[in-house]
């Protein structure tokens, strides 16, 4: 499988888009939720406490989360805006790693399921899975080995001499040829 992997970039960052849209949109919900969780907090521990500041050469004293009200606010927002950001870059380049293996193990995946047992999955070094697409690419060679072996059995009965075809000789051939699938597969 080291020598089948290809060193490329994908094209597209968007490859299972439902996927990482959905990804990134709970991530981005949690991080929400966090800074209103946050913020209530912050609310509910300052009740009953006051706050001493100077408004317009006043001193004015005020609650302590009346005070606080509008900079908590605009600090939150502005978290929010660079974490949504990061957030998002993150779980797009994080989502794409799994999302662009699915893409290809469900496309391969289906070309073996057709019957061809010749396909490799091909993925990057790094990419998440590239342990269980050489399992795969070891289980469809296995396949391969398996069938090709059943099928010289099969070759081997249809290229028997006239002089050989009787009744008997076909018995021998088919009842090999049953052993065989039953060793090679659990039916």
Do not use: W
């Not at 490859?15 to 981005?28: E, G, M, P, R, T």
């Not at 908590?72 to 293996?101: D, Q, Y």
């Not at 028997?160 to 018995?171: D, I, L, V």
């Amino acid at each position: 499988m080291s020598e089948q992997h290809q060193d490329y970039k994908r094209k597209t960052l968007y490859i299972k888009k439902s996927f990482q849209f959905n990804f990134i949109l709970k991530f981005c919900l949690i991080l929400l939720a966090g800074i209103l969780i946050s913020t209530a907090l912050i609310f509910i521990l300052s009740q009953g406490t006051l706050t001493s500041s100077f408004e317009n050469s006043k001193l004015v004293i005020k609650n302590t989360n009346q005070a606080i009200l509008p900079i908590v606010l605009l600090t939150n927002l502005i978290t929010l805006g660079i974490i949504t950001i990061a957030a998002i870059l993150v779980t797009l380049f994080i989502s794409h790693r799994i999302a662009g293996p699915l893409f290809r193990f469900e496309a391969d995946l289906r070309k073996i399921s057709e019957g061809d047992l010749k396909v490799k999955i091909s993925l990057r070094k790094k990419d998440q899975f590239f342990d269980m697409a050489d399992a795969i690419n070891q289980m469809t060679g296995s396949m391969h080995k398996r069938v090709t072996h059943i099928n010289t059995l099969v070759d081997k009965i249809l290229a028997m001499p006239h002089e050989e075809k009787t009744p008997r000789a076909y018995e021998k051939q088919v009842a090999a040829l049953k052993d065989a699938v039953e060793n090679n597969f659990s039916l």
